[in-house]
């Protein structure tokens, strides 16, 4: 069965590729995620749907309306890419020299003592074709799943970025507190005493969370980072204006962490690798060290090419999962045993304005008591992820996803809390789960992009339970589900 998953994982990721002469692209390629938000301010080459980057740059978010830049058959920069001749009013009547104008920002001062600050909000609403208005009505779609206009984040990040230019001792810091509906899935699971209580509203519906927290220390080509901050792992992220579309994948979901506390190195190896490596208290938890118990490995490599347009990263999280702390609020999930988690991205810029990124991630939780009603030592989790994006403009761009998610085992996919736990119910949770998203990013002004999509779930369950959407008392009662999603961000 694994054998036939990963065909037919092999067997999309072709489709997708062979269908790339047609799709849809952000501008330029980009690195996986970094921890911290200098990944997310690229200067040489800016992207809708994710950073360029290493350890710390600060300000506000790149501007998506520009377009990649053009290199000659020598490698050497020309000038910015034209707009495909498209304009669709607006006021986005843009050239090869792009000049997008001022952002409008807390900030006042271009240097308050090396301290940078700033922000967003963002909210919208996806709503479901089965009109279930309950709050977990669109499961199970993550972080998205109540179908009412929400405010998903109000977020404050301020930082004092490390400069060594390669060379001394530098030091900094970085904080993001932040509030709304993402809140609760963006909380430390590992217990009482950091942000993992902090939901209000009906249901906890609403919360606020503290996805960052820590201390930066420089040296020549060396960064490391001691606190709470985000994952390496992955593609996509939990800060809004860092994805291309406002629903998020299963894998970023379900399959891999949030956040991490610990220490983390970033090494400038070359000019085209960077390694990183640390050691962290798990998934998702605060400072609680000695709650669950948990001791794991953080690190993996990239490379980018010189022309900036092929980026190619692994990373790995492995050790001690902990003792059976919550993590991601699923129902009957715990980190318990031994995790093995990877993720490997490769992103390449295949033209001026379209880009195709590839993703695939496996995780594997053995030695603890997964689902001990069931005898149930060992899960595994994996899936493929396909995004292409198209730059219109400097003010439009869109974007396709298409994705697998494989939880053989049920042990990974609830946002709806409706997974029994006890004997006989490892059959029932199984499943594989694919999504098509299609979508746009709209920039009318500097400080504002919206985000429209449309979405296309589906399962082939794998046990006796064959749908896995629309929950309603106590049971799932559709194989698929279409959405329709739109949000704005608003950055400040």
């Known amino acids: 069965m694994k054998v036939l998953n990963f065909t037919f994982a092999i067997a999309i990721t072709g489709l997708i590729c062979s269908g790339s002469a047609i799709a849809q692209q952000t501008p330029t390629s980009v690195d996986q995620a970094a921890f911290n938000y200098d990944s997310y301010y690229a200067t040489d080459a800016t992207t809708v749907a994710q950073p360029e980057g290493d350890l710390g740059p600060s300000g506000p978010p790149v501007d998506v309306r520009n377009n990649p830049p053009v290199y000659d058959a020598d490698g050497d920069y020309v000038h910015e890419a034209p707009n495909v001749g498209l304009n669709w009013g607006f006021g986005c009547d843009c050239g090869y020299e792009l000049d997008c104008g001022d952002m409008c920002s807390l900030q006042k001062c271009e240097n308050c003592y090396g301290i940078e600050y700033g922000g967003w909000f963002s909210g919208g609403v996806t709503v479901n074709e089965y009109d279930n208005t309950t709050m977990v009505g669109n499961s199970q779609l993550g972080f998205n799943n109540d179908p009412h206009v929400n405010l998903n984040q109000a977020w404050f990040w301020i930082e004092k970025a490390t400069d060594t230019g390669g060379y001394g001792w ?62 390496i792992q992955g593609y996509e992220v939990v800060p809004a204006p860092y994805n291309f579309f406002y629903s998020h994948a299963y894998t970023m979901t379900y ?108 995780g594997i939780n053995n030695g603890g008591a997964i689902n001990a009603a069931d005898g149930l030592t060992e899960s595994q989790w994996y899936g493929v992820n396909n995004y292409l994006y198209y730059n219109f403009n400097c003010c439009w761009a869109a974007g396709l996803r298409a994705e697998w998610f494989s939880d053989p085992q049920g042990q990974r996919v609830d946002r709806a809390g409706l997974n029994a736990t006890g004997p006989g119910t490892v059959a029932a949770k199984r499943a594989n789960y694919f999504a098509l998203t299609a979508g746009a990013n709209w920039n009318p002004t500097t400080n504002l992009r919206v985000r429209p999509e449309i979405r296309y779930d589906w399962d082939n369950g794998m046990g006796a339970a064959t749908s896995r959407y629309d929950p309603i008392a106590g049971a799932y009662t559709q194989p698929d589900m279409w959405t329709f999603g739109v949000d704005a961000i608003y950055f400040f």
Request: charged content about 10%.
């Open 170 to 231: 530098d030091w900094g810091y970085h904080a993001d507190i932040m509030a709304g509906v993402d809140g609760p899935d963006t909380q430390a699971f590992g217990g009482p005493g950091w942000d993992s209580d902090w939901g209000f509203g009906a249901n906890s519906q609403y919360g606020a969370a503290i996805p960052q927290a820590y201390l930066t220390l420089a040296y020549d080509d060396l960064t490391m980072i001691f606190g709470h901050f985000y994952t």
């Open 255 to 362: 399959g891999e962490p949030f956040t991490h506390t610990g220490f983390l190195a970033e090494y400038a190896y070359s000019d085209n690798v960077t390694l990183y490596g640390g050691w962290t208290n798990g998934w998702d938890q605060g400072f609680q060290f000695t709650h669950s118990g948990s001791s794991t490995f953080l690190g993996g490599i990239n490379y980018t090419s010189d022309d900036e347009r092929t980026s190619l990263t692994y990373t790995v999280c492995a050790g001690d999962w902990g003792n059976g702390a919550m993590f991601h609020n699923g129902a009957g999930q715990t980190g318990d045993g031994d995790i093995y988690n990877h993720s490997i991205v490769w992103q390449q810029m295949v033209a001026d304005n379209w880009t195709y990124v590839f993703q695939t991630d496996l």
